[in-house]
């Protein structure tokens, strides 16, 4: 086969990710319409560090995109405990902001899971607050985390037979794995999860149907640890020299996928679209 056919099998993130916005807008211009309600995120951004600044102003221009207000709490590396925690509390008091994003990680200084609780689980727009992950876990899936629920909408765009299939997650996350592993279990797969301390990695990835990777080990992922027609998703990052990798080593393992995601262009450009979609979710439940 020739290398430009590999092109069908690539799961086009950038595209699916318009679709989901323009579904969002319409719902967000049916509400204002309807309820005079206009979806309003708060980012929270402690710091200044160069990675989180970008992934923030990503979020705020998808929301332009969709019509949903967004603001952005900046506030200094100085910020105390206290302080975070009352911007916290002002913004769940706020009923113009229906979701409220904290921006991980924090400096040092600071108590990420304190500040995660804080946060009312109806404005938990990124779907980590244990109440929102609880609810996952017994099948009822309204904010739940981002990336994953993505997954599970390019899943089901391909038409991705999930239930009774061998579901492998590596990475066992809060963010990315653990939450995944809900949700394929929810829709019947039987699912493996291995990490960094699982004996024989490949044992479990040859055996993948659909092979889930987020890591963020560069290339962990080689051609003779897949099964030929796997379904496979990236969602690990590495930096190296100005260029941008995955976990996943793609031009090898795409000619063994049935269907892959590519870094960058794949499950991250959904994942900011689900975030759009909970905003939305979250001022029509209001």
Same mark, same amino acid.
């Given at each position: ?22 579904? &969002?807008k319409?719902g /967000?211009?049916?509400l ?16 200044d ?13 998808a929301?332009?995109r &969709? ?5 952005d ?5 100085? =910020? ?13 008091d ?42 996952l876990l ?21 038409d ?6 061998h ?28 990490? /960094? ?35 496979i ?16 080593d793609?031009?090898? &393992? &795409? ?15 959904? =994942? ?15």
């Amino acid at each position: 086969m020739a290398e430009e056919n590999y092109d069908s099998r690539k799961i086009d993130g950038r595209s699916l990710s318009k679709k989901v916005e323009e579904q &969002v807008k319409q719902g /967000v211009d049916k509400l204002k319409a309807e309820k005079g309600v206009t979806p309003g995120l708060a980012t929270i951004l402690v710091g200044d560090d160069p990675a989180s600044k970008m992934y923030v102003r990503l979020k705020h221009k998808a929301c332009e995109r &969709v019509g949903i207000h967004a603001e952005d709490q900046n506030m200094p590396e100085s =910020t105390t405990q206290e302080e975070l925690m009352q911007k916290i509390q002002e913004l769940n008091d706020r009923e113009d902001i229906h979701g409220i994003l904290l921006q991980l990680p924090l400096p040092k200084h600071l108590d990420d899971k304190s500040a995660m609780l804080a946060i009312d689980p109806a404005k938990d727009a990124d779907g980590f607050h244990p109440y929102n992950m609880g609810k996952l876990l017994i099948g009822d899936e309204g904010l739940v985390p981002c990336t994953p629920k993505g997954v599970i909408r390019a899943l089901e765009e391909y038409d991705v037979a999930i239930q009774g299939k061998h579901a492998v997650i590596v990475g066992h996350s809060n963010v990315v794995g653990k939450p995944m592993a809900a949700m394929l279990i929810n829709r019947n797969a039987t699912v493996s999860v291995c990490h /960094v301390f699982t004996d024989n990695l490949k044992k479990f990835t040859l055996d993948a149907d659909i092979l889930v990777v987020g890591t963020g080990v560069m290339h962990l992922i080689k051609a003779d640890m897949v099964k030929e027609g796997a379904v496979i998703f990236d969602v690990g990052i590495t930096e190296k020299e100005g260029k941008v990798y995955g976990d996943v080593d793609f031009d090898n &393992v &795409v000619k063994k996928a049935s269907l892959i995601t590519p870094v960058p262009g794949g499950v991250g450009p959904m =994942t900011i679209a689900i975030l759009m979609e909970h905003v939305l979710m979250a001022a029509s439940n209001c």
